[in-house]
């Protein structure tokens, strides 16, 4: 281990490693860097765009404000953890019909705010969703869609979740 690096333990979509980081790297660094895993973006840097959105323990947190070191022992889940092209994540699909998609720069981070929103709200209202994502910022559009996304995937994750139950 290099000198004055810690050591961290950390989960990432499902995988477990052990990589020494700087004291000072923040999660997004360590995501990018380390992992390679840039599906989660820097767009700034005051805190601010939301493009840097994962889940750690399961709560929608901007990366770029957590240390790597503070993520010791936690789950992550990145853009690349939920889902694929042949078995999208409920708010991916919903995002592809609703035409909630806007650039490749905001919507992994507006993705993973969503995701992180449905957790905690899994009905919420369009003033919930238009609060609750109020911290990821696309600097080119309106919201419409991207609420109606929101919406349509709340649906899609309630009928997958009856869908268990009924199993
Ligand atoms: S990079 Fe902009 S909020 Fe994290
Ligand atoms: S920042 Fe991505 S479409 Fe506006």
């Known amino acids: 281990m290099r000198e004055?690096?810690?050591?961290?333990?950390?989960?990432?979509?499902?995988?477990?490693?052990?990589?020494s980081v700087e004291p000072r790297a923040l999660l997004s660094e360590y995501l990018r860097e380390e992992l390679g895993l840039t599906g989660t973006h820097v767009g700034c840097d005051t805190s601010q765009c939301g493009a840097?959105?994962?889940?750690?323990?399961?709560?929608?947190?901007?990366?770029?404000?957590?240390?790597?070191?503070?993520a010791e022992g936690s789950e992550v889940t990145t853009v690349e953890g939920i889902?694929?092209?042949d078995?999208?994540?409920?708010?991916?699909?919903a995002f592809w019909d609703r035409h909630g998609l806007q650039c490749g720069f905001c919507t992994?981070?507006?993705?993973?705010?969503?995701?992180?929103?449905?957790?905690e709200r899994p009905h919420p209202t369009e003033e919930e969703i238009r609060a609750g994502l109020d911290g990821v910022i696309c600097r080119c559009t309106g919201y419409?869609?991207?609420?109606?996304?929101?919406?349509?995937?709340?649906?899609?994750?309630?009928?997958?979740?009856?869908?268990?139950?009924?199993?």
Do not use: F, Y
């Not at 004055?4 to 477990?16: A, F, M, R, S, Y």
């Open 4 to 19: 004055g690096w810690e050591p961290l333990k950390i989960t990432v979509n499902g995988v477990q490693h052990a990589l």
């Open 83 to 85: 889902g694929s092209v």
């Open 144 to 167: 419409q869609n991207i609420v109606r996304a929101v919406q349509d995937a709340a649906g899609r994750l309630a009928a997958e979740q009856d869908r268990a139950v009924g199993d």
């Open 52 to 70: 840097c959105t994962v889940l750690l323990d399961g709560k929608a947190v901007k990366s770029c404000t957590v240390l790597a070191v503070q």
């Open 108 to 119: 992994p981070g507006v993705m993973m705010a969503a995701i992180g929103l449905l957790q």
């Open 87 to 93: 078995d999208l994540h409920a708010v991916q699909a």
